[in-house]
């Protein structure tokens, strides 16, 4: 068969590869398939789709919020400025509500309030009320010559016991945020007065252009204030987003492009003809594949997999240039020939390679399923490339590379023999070992999501401030509470809320929202209606004061009269609006089910705790969730490492029998190992990320031991092929460790490494005092 | 309401220049450095035949802030300060539980004690007539949100402002009449006492 593929080969993959072009084009004929959304990387191991549903909820308003800050030192300056800024964002689609100012509908606020007095009284004025009308009703009086107490938004008139009043009290106060009288919105700080503008756009943080359009935005406003001597703060999921986007972007084109032009410049100024240049095509392919088979598994593709498929170029081109370097000894030069000697070499490596970034696809998290898919697709893409079209497109002619470097890797085996001579391998290794074990005692292990987006201090800042500003910390844990109908829900977060009520108090927590606050149950409505009674008999601090017993009874009357309300109901208008995304309504099982959200906390194990023994109150932790994911990942990555060595090891035993397979394996082991003890050395945290590069290191380290071993063409000739490849790879990984993602970064550095020394290591894949010269085979 | 009542009476206490200027008039505002007197509030509520009357002391610091005693028909001391407003208990002062634009009443409160007059004028017209024996400051909202709480707030006085009357948008109004206020050179030391708690 392989006699033949210079036949078959070319025609053959010329389909295969218009085919793969169709699928590509189709798949991209909506635009671009890109996702930037972290979350879409990380595992969602909750199969529950309530669960699933509130941590939308959660993530929701991160992803389509944008808060901006405007202060000027005259403090109408930066309220008409705010204002200015908001009415031209009303103009753009792209926000659905853009928000400088309250003008609430007082008359409408008002009606609901009194529409709704029964239901919306809170629990300790109702259990007041209930327990003692008359000490209520003394309080309600007091109340009513308080010369600080705001009269309210209720006419006394009709509201003569005050439940209004009460009720309208309860609004929680929005942090730091105040309504000017002219019901602009600021905040105060360090003396500073901000006006405050925030939007909401249509679409979320991931969907395509809208993070770059809003960044604009921002921009432009920020300029203009500045512009006027003023002082603007912003912070949005979105301008996270945009700045992700645009990383990304940079990065991909800045690594695809250096290392296309080295790899482009390496294999012209070693082999000398512009023919050689088809050798690229092969990564090119191998990308294309990569893109395809990952869009065509997950749907679409991550910005994240995308910056570390751009280093795949520089794996892809070492097929094509393990062929080329054989030109230094195989002469004259006939590229089927070339092939065929270095066929095994080649799809030995191949297996290995993809054997080690499989590996990667059955950890649980997207993120390296979807570079494991990519590289995979990429790598055989390109080995098919270079196998059945690489030979024909070089052609017939001769090849004769730059003689030069033949002579550096002659000196360079020459300098290692005479250093074998002098210090013995076993004292090498001692050497080796005591690096190794001093590096890896320095380790220092650390996972974290935020390693995973590069965070630019700018944005941190102002989004550190603007918390600070106007007191808004919202915390990602939240509780899930589900209850067989809304009276059975409502007592549980009401249970739930006094257990928060106590760490409020201790100032563990600074607030929640539960929609046991907003509205009490059926039956204690039904209870406090019984209740009202008896207070007209308990009024005499009221009529002390004129008001008639006929004005009270008709108020009472008036009170239990009022039918009972829903949740649902509660949360209509404007009234209910902060309470309103907690309700999450039936969950399809026949239950209901609401949220409980947190603000300001400071300790989070306390959280655990607090939903103790409560039935149908559950803490939602992601981040903890995520954390302990990482932890389990480590260990399912050591299994992972180690299932994949025993089949490259079980792989490589078919051509060289155990012993070889174990001493190509080894040298390739030893420099992962020597990588992970640089980390230590160096500093840099072990991450999942550099685990996983570890996983990569062993599977390309175990290539070059191959072709060391082969040693088609003669040792130099395998050593140069060796270190053109390592070159090549070296700079696309080597220039993943500038990328501005930590997680990125700390992989790339890990595998910059970890080649490194499997560079250094692969001669000793080779049986020492066996000159196994495989001269050409026809 | 408690901020309007913070600001009207700061503006009220302070003893009246001669012009009819709102300039002039916020100059002297920041004058004296403390104002005490006694005070009588009736709140005129639409459905009651007669008004929530309650008398007490006050003491305005122009440094410091502002004590309010209320005496009858019930006792209770509350206090305005750069921190808010706060409410005398056994255990010490408690802060009131603000509602939301506490902050702003206090920087409102606070314009008005030194005498800026600016703050005033972004959320109300200001008129000012008669004489210096007897002037009337009329405050009339501006904001969408004032009109919707209060239709017009006035101010007389003659040599010390004498009255402040709130008329609500609902029809009811709180009248505070402040009729034997003077001008002091400095606190007493309980009411030093009070603001330093």
């Not at chain 1, 699933?52 to 300056?77: G, M, Y």
């Not at chain 1, 500073?192 to 921002?218: H, I, M, Q, S």
């Not at chain 1, 500093?683 to 031991?705: M, W």
Request: charged share 15%; glycine share 8%; net charge neutral.
């Amino acid at each position: 068969m392989l006699s033949r593929i210079d036949h078959w080969g070319p025609r053959l993959f010329t389909v295969a590869l218009l085919a793969l072009l169709a699928v590509a084009a189709w798949q991209w004929r909506g635009g671009a398939p890109i996702s930037a959304n972290l979350l879409e990387l990380v595992p969602s191991d909750t199969p529950d789709l309530l669960e699933q549903r509130a941590e939308k909820i959660v993530q929701e308003p991160l992803n389509r919020e944008l808060v901006v800050l405007i202060s000027f030192a005259d403090r109408q300056k930066a309220l008409s400025q705010a204002a200015a800024i908001g009415q031209q964002w009303q103009q753009e689609k792209l926000f659905e509500k853009v928000q400088w100012d309250v003008s609430y509908d007082l008359a409408q606020v008002r009606q609901q309030v009194l529409d709704n007095r029964l239901a919306l009284l809170g629990a300790e004025d109702r259990q007041l009320l209930q327990q003692d009308p008359r000490a209520f009703v003394e309080r309600r009086v007091q109340d009513l010559f308080d010369p600080f107490r705001s009269q309210g938004l209720i006419a006394t008139e009709q509201d003569w016991l005050g439940l209004g009043a009460l009720i309208e009290k309860k609004l929680p106060r929005a942090h730091n945020v105040q309504v000017d009288l002219s019901g602009a919105l600021l905040a105060e700080s360090d003396g500073k007065t901000w006006a405050l503008l925030r939007a909401r756009t249509r679409g979320d943080a991931f969907d395509g252009n809208l993070p770059l359009a809003v960044e604009t935005l921002v921009a432009n406003a920020r300029t203009e204030v500045q512009a006027q001597g003023g002082e603007l703060l912003a912070t949005s999921g979105l301008l996270y987003s945009a700045h992700g986007q645009r990383q990304a972007t940079r990065e991909i084109s800045f690594m695809g492009s250096v290392s296309s032009i080295g790899a482009l410049l390496l294999i012209l100024v070693a082999f000398r003809r512009l023919r050689v240049l088809v050798a690229l095509l092969p990564a090119a392919v191998g990308v294309l594949a990569g893109l395809t088979a990952c869009v065509a598994v997950f749907g679409q593709i991550h910005v994240l997999t995308l910056v570390l498929g751009a280093s795949l170029i520089g794996v892809a081109i070492d097929y094509p240039l393990h062929l080329l370097s054989k030109s230094w000894t195989l002469q004259p030069w006939n590229s089927w020939q070339a092939l065929r000697a270095t066929f095994l070499g080649l799809t030995l490596g191949l297996a290995t390679n993809v054997i080690g970034y499989l590996a990667l696809a059955f950890t649980p998290f997207p993120a390296l399923s979807q570079v494991a898919i990519f590289s995979s697709a990429g790598l055989l893409g390109s080995y098919l490339c270079a196998v059945c079209l690489l030979p024909t497109l070089l052609g017939k002619g001769p090849i004769v590379p730059w003689a030069k470097p033949y002579g550096l890797a002659t000196r360079l085996l020459a300098w290692r023999r005479r250093l074998l001579s002098r210090i013995g391998t076993p004292w090498l290794l001692l050497i080796f070992v005591l690096f190794c074990v001093g590096g890896v005692l320095q380790l220092q292990h650390k996972d974290d999501l935020r390693q995973w987006a590069s965070t630019p201090p700018q944005l941190l800042e102002q989004s550190q401030a603007i918390s600070k500003i106007i007191g808004f910390q919202p915390t990602s844990q939240f509780y899930l509470v589900r209850g067989k109908d809304e009276e059975q829900l409502l007592q549980r977060q009401h249970v739930l809320g006094q257990r928060l009520d106590a760490l409020v108090a201790d100032g563990k927590l600074k607030s929640y929202l539960a929609l046991s606050q907003l509205v009490a149950p059926a039956s204690e409505q039904n209870s406090l209606r019984a209740s009202l009674s008896a207070v007209p008999a308990n009024s005499a601090a009221l009529q002390a004061l004129g008001v008639t017993p006929q004005q009270v009874e008709a108020e009472v009357r008036q009170l239990q009269a009022l039918p009972n309300r829903s949740i649902e109901q509660a949360l209509a208008g404007t009234f209910g609006e902060p309470w309103r995304t907690l309700w999450l309504g039936p969950t399809g099982d026949g239950e209901v089910a609401g949220l409980v959200s947190l603000q300001g906390l400071s300790n989070a194990d306390l959280l655990v705790a607090q939903a103790d023994g409560l039935p149908g109150v559950k803490l939602i932790d992601r981040l903890g969730q995520l954390n302990r994911l990482f932890a389990a990942t480590q260990i399912s990555a050591a299994e992972l490492k180690l299932a994949s060595c025993l089949l490259i090891f079980a792989l490589l035993c078919l051509p060289f029998g155990p012993r070889g397979a174990a001493r190509v394996l080894a040298v390739s082991l030893l420099a992962a190992l020597a990588s992970l003890a640089s980390l230590g050395w160096l500093g840099q945290p072990l991450t999942l990320f550099s685990l996983f590069g570890l996983l990569l290191v062993t599977a390309i380290g175990v290539d070059y031991a191959i072709i060391m071993r082969e040693r088609v063409g003669g040792e130099a000739t395998s050593l140069l092929g060796t270190l053109m490849s390592a070159l090549t790879t070296w700079l696309s990984f080597g220039l993943l460790a500038v990328s501005s993602t930590p997680a990125v970064s700390n992989f790339g550095l890990t595998i910059t490494i970890g080649l490194a020394f499997s560079f250094l290591l692969s001669p000793w894949a080779g049986e020492p005092h066996s000159p196994a010269h495989k001269e050409l085979a026809s | 309401m408690k901020r309007f009542l913070a600001l009207l009476l700061s503006v009220a206490l302070a003893p009246l220049a001669h012009a009819f200027d709102l300039d002039q008039l916020a100059a002297q505002l920041a004058k004296p450095a403390v104002v005490r007197g006694p005070f009588v509030q009736e709140k005129h509520l639409r459905a009651l035949p007669k008004p929530l009357t309650s008398t007490g002391q006050f003491v305005l610091s122009k440094d410091l802030g502002l004590l309010w005693q209320l005496q009858t028909p019930l006792q209770q001391e509350y206090r305005i300060d750069g921190s808010g407003i706060a409410k005398r208990t056994p255990q010490g002062w408690q802060p009131v539980a603000q509602q939301s634009a506490s902050a702003q009443q206090n920087r409102l409160f606070l314009a008005v004690l030194k005498g800026d007059s600016s703050g005033l004028r972004q959320d109300f017209d200001l008129r000012l007539s008669g004489e210096a024996g007897a002037w009337t400051l009329d405050l009339t909202p501006r904001s969408l949100m004032l009109k919707q709480i209060f239709s017009a707030i006035q101010i007389q006085g003659g040599e010390q402002v004498a009255r402040i009357e709130l008329r609500e948008t609902q029809g009811d109004s709180t009248v505070l009449r402040l009729t034997d206020s003077h001008a002091e050179s400095q606190l007493s030391d309980t009411d030093r006492h009070a603001f330093a708690d």
